[in-house]
């Protein structure tokens, strides 16, 4: 699907602004960083900055929400004869290979999301991407009157899995979360029998 140019230059304004709230947050540290230094380090009006993001915290965790709403949108178009776990881990195999992070630098946006006063919109990334996941993951569920509630626990498990999967490859310097995240289904499969 092809994006006009308003939404690219959107998309890139929201990217800047999370850049610069990184990079200042590293700089400087969580507490020190402000809307209008973000803004300003993003040449961009603090108005501006409130048509993107609510909060510092929105900004510097603006890359969560668009890696979980990219695999929600890779998972949504696989094929519907697929499997779910077919889907899923063809979804998280494309994404991966989409996503190719600077080590470095992805060492020092999970340090800042660390930061205890992160935790309240990390929770809420989480959450939000929780129900974008489990309303994909219904769409795939046979009708029955326990579909809502298999769709989120199934997609609260894959979401936590991700999150244990995308630590761990950060911590041993593994290059792919895939075989990690496969690894991480069998262990879910062998725990509940």
């Known amino acids: 699907m092809s994006t006009g140019l308003r939404e690219r230059k959107k998309a890139a304004t929201r990217q800047a ?3 610069a709230a990184v990079r200042l947050a590293t700089e400087h540290g969580v507490e020190n960083l402000t809307v209008e230094a ?6 961009v009006s603090r108005r501006t900055f409130s048509n993107y993001f609510a909060s510092k915290e929105q900004a510097l965790l603006h890359q969560d929400r668009a890696r979980t709403a990219r695999l929600v949108e890779l998972f949504r178009t696989r094929p519907a004869e697929e499997s779910l776990m077919t889907a899923l881990l063809r979804a998280a195999e494309q994404h991966a290979a989409e ?9 020092r946006y999970r340090t800042l999301r660390l930061d205890p006063s992160l935790l309240p919109e990390v929770v809420a990334t989480y959450a939000a991407a929780e129900r974008g996941f489990a309303e994909a993951v219904e769409e795939r569920l046979p009708a029955g009157p326990d579909g ?18 995308g630590q761990a490859a950060l911590e041993r310097g593994e290059r792919d979360p895939v075989d990690l995240l ?9 725990g509940f029998r």
């Open 182 to 190: 496969r690894q991480a289904v069998d262990i879910t499969r062998e």
């Open 99 to 107: 996503d190719a992070l600077d080590p470095a630098r992805e060492e």
């Open 38 to 43: 973000i803004a300003d380090a993003a040449t």
């Open 148 to 165: 809502p509630l298999r769709a989120q626990v199934l997609a609260a498990t894959v979401l936590a899995a991700l999150r244990v999967v």
């Open 17 to 19: 602004l999370h850049d």
